[in-house]
């Protein structure tokens, strides 16, 4: 017999009163689409589960997103976190679906104009559903020497500058120039989840790799509008898509052998090579503008076990 996927309860009472306004206004009124649509008592209860269980990670790991604001890195983070806890494929499955589903609702009342869930790829039968990768310092040397010869200098900057700066898809996605100071190696007034406004620290190795891939759009005469991450579809008022910077860890992963890095692997990999070279957890945590430190040890640091058996045995008693 098939072993049973582990129940996940988040559900909280007392959280789900405080759950983004946005987002329960909007659940509302799902809620009454369903009962339009005559779907059966059960189907609505599991709907209805799924998406309050979602909605209370949001409230406690992810400032309380309103679901209009959460992107696919963000749906990322949550099955791999239910991956994690112990859920198999099936459930997993079907819980994507309750939160495609709710996304299908907005976009049919056009509240949305795509879906966080068009970028996840649905777990098969006997496969992970997430396949979290984290670099180590060996790899992030290997990718600089591929990407170097690869000679596309924008792919080698953002793929750097997310392993350096840490920072979430939708921030980097949103970045202006005028809000990169490259002598400061600082980006400044970064907007981040729920209206929280963040700065960006960067390495000597980004801040070259940025000189150059300004002067050369200027020498070239490309027309960025501003934008820090170009491609010929972004306007004045429309920057980088999500899924594109998706496409471009891909692309970089494969160089390595990795076809399943994507944008969340930039933030967990810096993170935790950080860890691993010394640096403190509280300060890591602040750099991934995390409220406490809880977050940063259950979901962007894993545990080197021979660092542990290697430090047990200086301890002889």
Wanted: proline letters at 2%; glycine letters at 4%.
């Amino acid at each position: 017999m098939a072993e049973r996927s582990k129940r996940i309860c988040l559900y909280d009472k007392e959280k789900v009163k405080q759950i983004n306004p946005e987002t329960l206004k909007l659940f509302q009124k799902y809620q009454i689409d369903m009962s339009i649509r005559d779907l059966s008592p059960n189907s609505i209860k599991q709907y209805t589960s799924d998406l309050y269980q979602w909605f209370v990670y949001m409230y406690d790991n992810q400032f309380n997103l309103s679901v209009l604001e959460a992107t696919d890195d963000d749906l990322n983070e949550y099955f791999y976190f239910r991956k994690q806890e112990g859920n198999n494929v099936a459930r997993q499955r079907r819980v994507m679906s309750s939160i495609s589903a709710f996304y299908k609702f907005l976009r049919k009342k056009k509240l949305i104009k795509e879906s966080p869930t068009e970028f996840l790829e649905r777990p098969k039968q006997g496969q992970p559903v997430i396949k979290q990768t984290f670099l180590n310092v060996e790899q992030v040397n290997k990718l600089r020497e591929k990407l170097t010869e690869y000679g596309n200098i924008q792919l080698q900057a953002y793929i750097f500058f997310g392993l350096s700066t840490m920072a979430r898809v939708n921030a980097m996605a949103h970045l202006r120039w005028e809000q990169v100071d490259l002598d400061e190696r600082t980006c400044i007034d970064v907007l981040e989840k729920e209206g929280k406004i963040v700065d960006l620290y960067f390495s000597q190795e980004v801040e070259e790799l940025l000189r150059r891939m300004k002067s050369e759009r200027e020498e070239k005469q490309i027309n960025d509008f501003g934008w820090v991450w170009y491609t010929p579809y972004i306007t004045e008022e429309e920057c980088i898509n999500n899924g594109t910077l998706n496409d471009w860890c891909k692309k970089a992963g494969e160089m390595i052998g990795i076809s399943t890095l994507h944008n969340h692997d930039l933030r967990h990999s810096g993170s935790n090579i950080l860890k691993e070279l010394g640096m403190d957890i509280q300060d890591i945590a602040e750099l991934l503008h995390h409220e406490s430190t809880e977050t940063t040890i259950k979901h962007y640091l894993t545990v080197n076990k021979k660092k542990v058996k290697d430090n047990k045995d200086k301890f002889v008693f």
